[in-house]
């Protein structure tokens, strides 16, 4: 089952050493957009897709690495599909907030890169310390270690998080992934099937 456990993040510290069947629901036509927004693909596409996840969630993980991919070649990369991603902590809510406040210190160009490469590195967190895994990405996108240090501690970088997340609570999203498509909820996990034929009904 999704998460239904959220938390703002509290102030991090330079070190990180830490543990580490949808259900339609009606909306509006699509969604406002909200302050720090990060999308992919066309800003005029019919079918408007807003994921809510945490860097934390398995459930998020499984999607980005098993059906992210395929749904991005087949509907954002044609056009067909807008894809907005926005960010939810779930327990351990330290290290999702770390991987957010990484990727937007990566800059908007390698923001998408450093999400999919966090997903893809969950199994390998365990009950160590997770800061050489995290710097191994930042590394791998522009940022040395002082500047991942950097990003941890950025007091306004996590303001706007929490504001990001709060925003999201206050509007009712209680469990990631949670997607909304041309505004109508689903929440949980979503195959490729699943998403061709919410895609097919929003197009409709």
């Not at 005029?44 to 098993?66: M, R």
């Not at 067909?80 to 926005?86: I, N, P, Y």
């Not at 909304?180 to 919410?198: I, P």
Request: charged letters at 20%.
């Amino acid at each position: 089952m999704p998460s239904r456990r959220f938390a703002l993040a509290s102030i991090l510290g330079a070190a990180l050493t830490l543990a580490a069947g949808p259900a339609p629901a009606a909306g509006p036509a699509k969604l406002p957009a909200a302050a720090g927004d990060m999308s992919l693909g066309s800003p005029t596409a019919k079918v408007q897709i807003v994921e809510y996840a945490s860097l934390s969630c398995s459930h998020c993980a499984n999607f980005h690495n098993d059906v992210f991919p395929a749904f991005k070649a087949k509907y954002v990369d044609t056009g067909k599909v807008r894809f907005t991603f926005r960010e939810m902590l779930t327990p351990p809510a330290e290290v999702a907030a770390a991987g957010f406040l990484l990727a937007r210190c990566a800059g908007p160009s390698k923001y998408f890169k450093v999400v999919g490469e966090l997903f893809e590195s969950q199994p390998r967190w365990g009950d160590g310390d997770l800061k050489p895994i995290f710097v191994g990405v930042a590394k791998a996108n522009g940022l040395d270690e002082a500047k991942f240090d950097a990003c941890l501690t950025d007091q306004a970088g996590l303001q706007a998080l929490n504001g990001r997340v709060k925003a999201a609570l206050d509007a009712g999203v209680d469990s990631t992934p949670t997607f909304f498509v041309n505004g109508k909820r689903y929440a949980g996990e979503l195959s490729l099937k699943q998403l061709d034929a919410a895609i097919a009904a929003a197009g409709e």
